[in-house]
Protein backbone atom coordinates (compact mmCIF):
# COMPACT_ATOMS: atom_id res chain seq x y z
CA UNK A 1 0.00 0.00 0.00
CA UNK A 2 1.65 3.36 -1.17
CA UNK A 3 0.60 6.91 0.21
CA UNK A 4 0.98 10.09 -1.54
CA UNK A 5 1.48 12.68 1.36
CA UNK A 6 0.77 16.25 -0.01
CA UNK A 7 1.42 19.65 2.02
CA UNK A 8 -0.48 22.20 -0.95
CA UNK A 9 1.30 25.43 -1.34
CA UNK A 10 2.27 27.74 -4.10
CA UNK A 11 5.75 28.41 -3.20
CA UNK A 12 6.18 24.98 -1.83
CA UNK A 13 4.50 21.96 -2.36
CA UNK A 14 6.13 19.07 -0.14
CA UNK A 15 5.36 15.85 -1.08
CA UNK A 16 6.08 12.01 0.10
CA UNK A 17 5.67 8.42 -0.71
CA UNK A 18 5.48 5.89 2.52
CA UNK A 19 4.98 2.26 1.58
CA UNK A 20 3.13 0.17 4.75
CA UNK A 21 4.62 -3.59 5.36
CA UNK A 22 8.34 -3.10 6.64
CA UNK A 23 9.26 -5.14 9.70
CA UNK A 24 6.49 -5.27 12.02
CA UNK A 25 4.01 -3.43 9.51
CA UNK A 26 6.03 -0.10 10.01
CA UNK A 27 6.17 2.57 7.68
CA UNK A 28 8.99 3.33 5.02
CA UNK A 29 10.10 6.50 2.61
CA UNK A 30 10.15 5.56 -0.82
CA UNK A 31 10.45 9.22 -2.00
CA UNK A 32 9.69 12.72 -1.32
CA UNK A 33 10.28 16.07 -3.29
CA UNK A 34 9.73 19.41 -3.44
CA UNK A 35 7.70 21.62 -5.78
CA UNK A 36 9.04 25.00 -5.84
CA UNK A 37 7.60 28.07 -8.02
CA UNK A 38 8.96 31.13 -8.29
CA UNK A 39 7.41 34.25 -6.64
CA UNK A 40 8.02 36.11 -10.75
CA UNK A 41 5.94 33.90 -12.17
CA UNK A 42 2.49 35.11 -13.01
CA UNK A 43 -0.47 32.76 -11.16
CA UNK A 44 -1.90 30.52 -13.69
CA UNK A 45 1.84 30.00 -14.78
CA UNK A 46 2.53 28.70 -11.47
CA UNK A 47 -0.21 26.27 -10.98
CA UNK A 48 0.32 25.12 -14.23
CA UNK A 49 3.67 23.83 -12.91
CA UNK A 50 2.49 22.58 -9.95
CA UNK A 51 -0.39 20.60 -11.75
CA UNK A 52 2.70 19.20 -14.24
CA UNK A 53 4.83 18.00 -11.89
CA UNK A 54 2.32 16.32 -9.44
CA UNK A 55 1.03 14.41 -12.23
CA UNK A 56 4.45 13.05 -13.00
CA UNK A 57 5.24 12.64 -9.04
CA UNK A 58 1.91 10.27 -9.33
CA UNK A 59 2.95 8.44 -12.73
CA UNK A 60 6.26 7.45 -11.62
CA UNK A 61 5.39 6.44 -7.86
CA UNK A 62 1.71 4.73 -8.68
CA UNK A 63 0.66 5.45 -4.96
CA UNK A 64 -3.12 4.10 -4.20
CA UNK A 65 -4.48 7.35 -2.33
CA UNK A 66 -3.39 10.68 -1.64
CA UNK A 67 -3.34 12.38 2.00
CA UNK A 68 -3.26 16.36 1.55
CA UNK A 69 -3.26 18.66 4.20
CA UNK A 70 -6.30 21.27 4.32
CA UNK A 71 -5.91 24.76 4.45
CA UNK A 72 -4.79 25.96 7.66
CA UNK A 73 -6.40 29.38 8.22
CA UNK A 74 -3.92 31.88 8.10
CA UNK A 75 -4.37 35.46 9.37
CA UNK A 76 -2.75 36.62 5.86
CA UNK A 77 -5.65 36.89 3.50
CA UNK A 78 -3.08 36.43 0.42
CA UNK A 79 -1.00 33.52 1.87
CA UNK A 80 -4.37 31.40 2.42
CA UNK A 81 -5.31 32.26 -1.06
CA UNK A 82 -2.18 31.66 -3.06
CA UNK A 83 -2.56 27.88 -0.69
CA UNK A 84 -5.67 27.28 -1.76
CA UNK A 85 -5.46 28.29 -5.30
CA UNK A 86 -2.49 25.75 -5.12
CA UNK A 87 -4.60 22.96 -3.27
CA UNK A 88 -7.52 23.28 -6.05
CA UNK A 89 -4.79 22.17 -9.30
CA UNK A 90 -3.54 19.43 -6.60
CA UNK A 91 -6.41 18.12 -5.79
CA UNK A 92 -7.19 17.93 -9.76
CA UNK A 93 -4.07 16.39 -10.21
CA UNK A 94 -5.19 13.11 -8.35
CA UNK A 95 -8.31 13.07 -10.04
CA UNK A 96 -7.42 13.01 -13.26
CA UNK A 97 -4.78 10.48 -12.30
CA UNK A 98 -8.31 8.29 -10.76
CA UNK A 99 -6.46 8.71 -7.46
CA UNK A 100 -8.57 8.62 -3.91
CA UNK A 101 -8.08 11.67 -2.14
CA UNK A 102 -8.28 11.30 1.89
CA UNK A 103 -8.32 15.19 4.09
CA UNK A 104 -6.78 15.77 7.45
CA UNK A 105 -6.15 18.86 8.60
CA UNK A 106 -3.39 20.19 10.03
CA UNK A 107 -4.31 19.77 13.51
CA UNK A 108 -5.32 16.29 12.89
CA UNK A 109 -2.41 15.05 11.29
CA UNK A 110 -0.30 16.72 14.36
CA UNK A 111 -2.36 15.00 16.73
CA UNK A 112 -2.68 11.54 15.48
CA UNK A 113 1.21 11.75 14.58
CA UNK A 114 2.49 13.37 17.37
CA UNK A 115 -0.13 12.97 20.19
CA UNK A 116 0.18 16.99 20.35
CA UNK A 117 -2.41 19.00 18.55
CA UNK A 118 -0.08 22.12 18.83
CA UNK A 119 3.17 20.28 18.49
CA UNK A 120 5.87 22.38 16.70
CA UNK A 121 7.30 22.01 13.16
CA UNK A 122 10.74 21.14 15.17
CA UNK A 123 9.09 18.78 17.29
CA UNK A 124 6.89 17.02 14.08
CA UNK A 125 10.21 16.68 12.02
CA UNK A 126 11.78 14.86 14.90
CA UNK A 127 9.12 12.47 15.83
CA UNK A 128 9.09 11.81 11.77
CA UNK A 129 12.03 10.88 11.45
CA UNK A 130 12.18 8.19 13.91
CA UNK A 131 8.74 6.83 13.15
CA UNK A 132 10.32 6.70 9.31
CA UNK A 133 13.88 6.08 10.72
CA UNK A 134 15.58 8.53 8.73
CA UNK A 135 19.21 9.23 9.26
CA UNK A 136 18.73 12.83 9.42
CA UNK A 137 15.99 15.19 9.78
CA UNK A 138 13.76 15.60 6.64
CA UNK A 139 13.26 18.84 5.51
CA UNK A 140 12.29 21.41 4.90
CA UNK A 141 9.43 21.31 6.89
CA UNK A 142 6.66 21.27 3.66
CA UNK A 143 8.41 18.03 2.96
CA UNK A 144 8.45 16.58 6.21
CA UNK A 145 4.26 17.48 6.93
CA UNK A 146 3.76 15.93 3.54
CA UNK A 147 5.36 12.92 5.50
CA UNK A 148 2.99 13.58 8.29
CA UNK A 149 0.12 13.59 6.02
CA UNK A 150 0.92 10.36 5.00
CA UNK A 151 1.95 8.98 8.48
CA UNK A 152 -1.62 10.46 9.51
CA UNK A 153 -3.43 8.35 7.03
CA UNK A 154 -2.06 5.07 8.14
CA UNK A 155 -3.23 5.91 10.89
CA UNK A 156 -6.67 7.09 10.38
CA UNK A 157 -8.01 5.33 7.49
CA UNK A 158 -9.25 2.36 8.93
CA UNK A 159 -10.39 4.14 11.84
CA UNK A 160 -12.20 6.22 9.42
CA UNK A 161 -13.40 2.85 7.10
CA UNK A 162 -14.51 1.39 10.41
CA UNK A 163 -17.19 4.68 10.46
CA UNK A 164 -18.21 4.55 7.38
CA UNK A 165 -19.21 1.00 7.68
CA UNK A 166 -20.72 1.44 10.97
CA UNK A 167 -22.78 4.60 9.02
CA UNK A 168 -23.50 2.51 6.61
CA UNK A 169 -25.40 -0.05 8.77
CA UNK A 170 -27.40 2.22 10.57
CA UNK A 171 -28.86 3.93 7.51
CA UNK A 172 -29.63 0.36 6.16
CA UNK A 173 -31.44 -0.12 8.93
CA UNK A 174 -33.27 3.19 8.83
CA UNK A 175 -33.24 3.67 12.99
CA UNK A 176 -32.23 6.80 13.61
CA UNK A 177 -35.07 9.03 12.33
CA UNK A 178 -34.18 12.85 12.13
CA UNK A 179 -30.37 12.23 12.52
CA UNK A 180 -27.80 12.82 10.13
CA UNK A 181 -27.81 9.29 9.69
CA UNK A 182 -30.95 8.84 8.54
CA UNK A 183 -32.26 7.79 4.95
CA UNK A 184 -29.61 8.29 1.85
CA UNK A 185 -26.92 10.46 2.08
CA UNK A 186 -26.40 10.82 -1.84
CA UNK A 187 -28.34 14.07 -3.15
CA UNK A 188 -29.11 15.02 -6.89
CA UNK A 189 -26.49 14.85 -10.01
CA UNK A 190 -26.21 18.03 -11.36
CA UNK A 191 -23.16 18.20 -13.25
CA UNK B 1 -11.64 40.41 -29.95
CA UNK B 2 -13.70 37.94 -28.18
CA UNK B 3 -13.95 38.13 -24.34
CA UNK B 4 -14.27 35.52 -22.09
CA UNK B 5 -15.71 36.49 -18.41
CA UNK B 6 -15.41 34.21 -15.86
CA UNK B 7 -16.97 34.34 -11.91
CA UNK B 8 -15.83 31.62 -10.16
CA UNK B 9 -17.75 29.37 -8.06
CA UNK B 10 -17.61 25.94 -6.08
CA UNK B 11 -21.49 25.60 -6.89
CA UNK B 12 -21.46 27.99 -9.81
CA UNK B 13 -19.44 29.31 -12.30
CA UNK B 14 -20.87 31.77 -14.53
CA UNK B 15 -19.42 32.42 -17.70
CA UNK B 16 -19.73 34.68 -20.98
CA UNK B 17 -17.99 35.46 -24.17
CA UNK B 18 -18.46 38.74 -25.72
CA UNK B 19 -17.19 40.25 -29.15
CA UNK B 20 -16.64 43.86 -29.69
CA UNK B 21 -16.67 45.47 -32.88
CA UNK B 22 -20.59 46.06 -32.93
CA UNK B 23 -21.91 48.81 -34.08
CA UNK B 24 -19.85 52.32 -33.09
CA UNK B 25 -17.82 49.79 -31.73
CA UNK B 26 -20.37 48.02 -28.94
CA UNK B 27 -19.88 45.14 -27.31
CA UNK B 28 -22.29 42.66 -27.96
CA UNK B 29 -22.90 38.91 -26.45
CA UNK B 30 -22.11 35.37 -28.29
CA UNK B 31 -22.73 33.26 -25.65
CA UNK B 32 -22.98 32.61 -21.88
CA UNK B 33 -23.76 29.70 -19.37
CA UNK B 34 -23.75 28.67 -15.64
CA UNK B 35 -21.67 25.83 -14.47
CA UNK B 36 -23.07 23.81 -11.78
CA UNK B 37 -21.71 21.15 -9.84
CA UNK B 38 -24.19 19.62 -6.91
CA UNK B 39 -22.96 19.80 -3.35
CA UNK B 40 -23.45 15.91 -3.01
CA UNK B 41 -20.21 15.51 -4.90
CA UNK B 42 -16.37 15.24 -3.34
CA UNK B 43 -14.87 18.24 -3.63
CA UNK B 44 -12.08 17.47 -6.52
CA UNK B 45 -15.03 15.52 -8.59
CA UNK B 46 -17.12 19.24 -8.84
CA UNK B 47 -12.91 20.78 -9.57
CA UNK B 48 -12.69 18.21 -12.23
CA UNK B 49 -16.56 18.80 -13.45
CA UNK B 50 -15.76 22.88 -13.77
CA UNK B 51 -12.37 22.14 -15.53
CA UNK B 52 -13.52 20.02 -18.03
CA UNK B 53 -16.61 22.10 -18.42
CA UNK B 54 -14.44 24.83 -18.68
CA UNK B 55 -12.07 23.69 -21.42
CA UNK B 56 -14.93 22.76 -23.64
CA UNK B 57 -16.48 26.33 -23.63
CA UNK B 58 -13.10 28.15 -24.39
CA UNK B 59 -12.79 24.97 -27.25
CA UNK B 60 -15.98 26.06 -28.48
CA UNK B 61 -16.10 29.75 -28.21
CA UNK B 62 -12.70 30.43 -29.14
CA UNK B 63 -11.92 33.63 -27.42
CA UNK B 64 -8.72 35.50 -26.98
CA UNK B 65 -8.05 36.25 -23.25
CA UNK B 66 -10.19 35.67 -20.12
CA UNK B 67 -11.96 38.09 -17.46
CA UNK B 68 -11.60 36.50 -14.35
CA UNK B 69 -12.90 37.82 -11.30
CA UNK B 70 -10.87 37.70 -7.84
CA UNK B 71 -12.25 35.96 -5.09
CA UNK B 72 -14.17 38.17 -2.97
CA UNK B 73 -13.22 38.32 0.37
CA UNK B 74 -16.20 36.65 2.39
CA UNK B 75 -16.51 36.15 6.14
CA UNK B 76 -17.68 32.41 5.72
CA UNK B 77 -14.06 30.75 5.56
CA UNK B 78 -15.82 27.80 3.72
CA UNK B 79 -17.18 29.84 1.00
CA UNK B 80 -13.95 31.60 0.33
CA UNK B 81 -11.86 28.15 0.12
CA UNK B 82 -14.73 26.52 -2.35
CA UNK B 83 -14.36 29.60 -4.64
CA UNK B 84 -10.43 29.86 -4.33
CA UNK B 85 -10.02 26.23 -4.74
CA UNK B 86 -12.64 26.56 -8.26
CA UNK B 87 -10.32 29.67 -9.71
CA UNK B 88 -7.57 27.58 -9.25
CA UNK B 89 -8.59 24.94 -11.43
CA UNK B 90 -10.60 27.72 -13.77
CA UNK B 91 -6.81 29.72 -13.79
CA UNK B 92 -5.16 26.37 -14.68
CA UNK B 93 -7.66 25.75 -17.89
CA UNK B 94 -7.42 29.09 -19.27
CA UNK B 95 -3.56 28.26 -18.70
CA UNK B 96 -3.81 25.04 -20.41
CA UNK B 97 -6.07 26.30 -23.45
CA UNK B 98 -3.06 29.10 -23.91
CA UNK B 99 -5.72 31.73 -22.98
CA UNK B 100 -4.27 34.76 -21.45
CA UNK B 101 -5.56 35.79 -18.07
CA UNK B 102 -6.37 39.37 -16.74
CA UNK B 103 -7.91 39.36 -13.04
CA UNK B 104 -10.15 42.11 -11.63
CA UNK B 105 -11.26 42.34 -8.08
CA UNK B 106 -15.20 42.69 -7.35
CA UNK B 107 -15.00 46.02 -6.40
CA UNK B 108 -12.71 47.44 -9.61
CA UNK B 109 -15.83 45.74 -11.94
CA UNK B 110 -18.51 46.92 -10.49
CA UNK B 111 -16.73 50.79 -9.85
CA UNK B 112 -15.52 50.21 -13.92
CA UNK B 113 -18.77 49.19 -15.50
CA UNK B 114 -21.51 51.20 -13.32
CA UNK B 115 -19.94 53.73 -11.92
CA UNK B 116 -20.15 52.50 -8.46
CA UNK B 117 -17.65 50.13 -6.96
CA UNK B 118 -20.66 49.24 -4.29
CA UNK B 119 -23.67 48.90 -6.64
CA UNK B 120 -25.62 46.12 -6.07
CA UNK B 121 -26.55 42.22 -8.05
CA UNK B 122 -29.77 43.85 -9.61
CA UNK B 123 -28.40 47.38 -10.26
CA UNK B 124 -25.50 45.48 -11.92
CA UNK B 125 -27.67 42.71 -13.79
CA UNK B 126 -29.74 45.86 -15.03
CA UNK B 127 -26.89 48.00 -16.28
CA UNK B 128 -25.31 45.00 -18.09
CA UNK B 129 -28.65 44.44 -19.54
CA UNK B 130 -28.69 48.03 -21.21
CA UNK B 131 -25.06 47.94 -22.35
CA UNK B 132 -25.61 45.09 -23.83
CA UNK B 133 -28.71 45.88 -25.52
CA UNK B 134 -29.90 42.78 -24.17
CA UNK B 135 -34.04 42.03 -23.79
CA UNK B 136 -34.35 40.34 -20.69
CA UNK B 137 -31.98 41.16 -17.13
CA UNK B 138 -29.36 38.51 -17.36
CA UNK B 139 -29.79 35.66 -14.58
CA UNK B 140 -28.50 33.90 -12.56
CA UNK B 141 -26.48 36.76 -10.81
CA UNK B 142 -23.23 34.89 -11.69
CA UNK B 143 -23.87 34.92 -15.46
CA UNK B 144 -24.12 38.71 -15.34
CA UNK B 145 -21.28 39.28 -13.06
CA UNK B 146 -19.00 37.16 -15.71
CA UNK B 147 -20.55 39.39 -18.41
CA UNK B 148 -19.70 42.42 -16.35
CA UNK B 149 -16.38 41.15 -15.97
CA UNK B 150 -15.75 40.67 -19.67
CA UNK B 151 -16.90 44.76 -19.60
CA UNK B 152 -14.57 45.57 -17.45
CA UNK B 153 -11.84 43.94 -19.06
CA UNK B 154 -13.08 45.54 -22.41
CA UNK B 155 -12.66 49.15 -20.92
CA UNK B 156 -9.34 48.95 -18.87
CA UNK B 157 -7.40 46.58 -20.89
CA UNK B 158 -6.29 49.22 -23.10
CA UNK B 159 -5.03 51.75 -19.75
CA UNK B 160 -3.75 48.74 -18.63
CA UNK B 161 -1.73 48.52 -21.76
CA UNK B 162 -0.62 52.32 -21.64
CA UNK B 163 0.79 51.93 -17.84
CA UNK B 164 2.46 48.55 -18.93
CA UNK B 165 3.92 50.54 -21.96
CA UNK B 166 4.80 53.54 -20.13
CA UNK B 167 6.63 51.40 -17.32
CA UNK B 168 8.54 49.77 -20.11
CA UNK B 169 10.32 53.03 -21.25
CA UNK B 170 11.23 53.87 -17.74
CA UNK B 171 12.52 50.72 -17.42
CA UNK B 172 14.46 51.47 -20.61
CA UNK B 173 15.43 54.82 -19.56
CA UNK B 174 16.61 53.71 -16.10
CA UNK B 175 15.89 57.17 -15.06
CA UNK B 176 14.33 55.75 -11.51
CA UNK B 177 17.26 54.58 -9.41
CA UNK B 178 15.89 52.66 -6.42
CA UNK B 179 12.18 53.03 -7.83
CA UNK B 180 9.98 50.25 -8.53
CA UNK B 181 10.49 50.80 -11.78
CA UNK B 182 14.19 50.40 -12.17
CA UNK B 183 15.97 47.30 -13.53
CA UNK B 184 14.69 44.35 -14.35
CA UNK B 185 11.34 43.47 -12.82
CA UNK B 186 12.15 39.43 -14.07
CA UNK B 187 13.25 37.64 -10.94
CA UNK B 188 14.79 33.87 -11.35
CA UNK B 189 13.17 30.82 -12.72
CA UNK B 190 13.09 28.34 -10.34
CA UNK B 191 9.85 25.81 -11.57
Known amino acids: M ?9 DRTGWAVLEKGGQGGAARLLASGLIHTSKSLALEKRLDAIYDRLVSVIAANT ?18 ANTTHARGVILLACEKQSLPISAYNPREIKKTVSGNGAAD ?14 KEIPKPDDVADAMAAALCHLRLAPLRLAMKNATKRLQIKGNCPGSRF ?9 I
Do not use: W, Y
Open 121 to 134: KVQMQKIVQIILGL
Open 2 to 10: KILGIDPGL
Open 63 to 80: PCVAAIEEVFFSKRADTQ
Open 182 to 190: SGSTVGREN
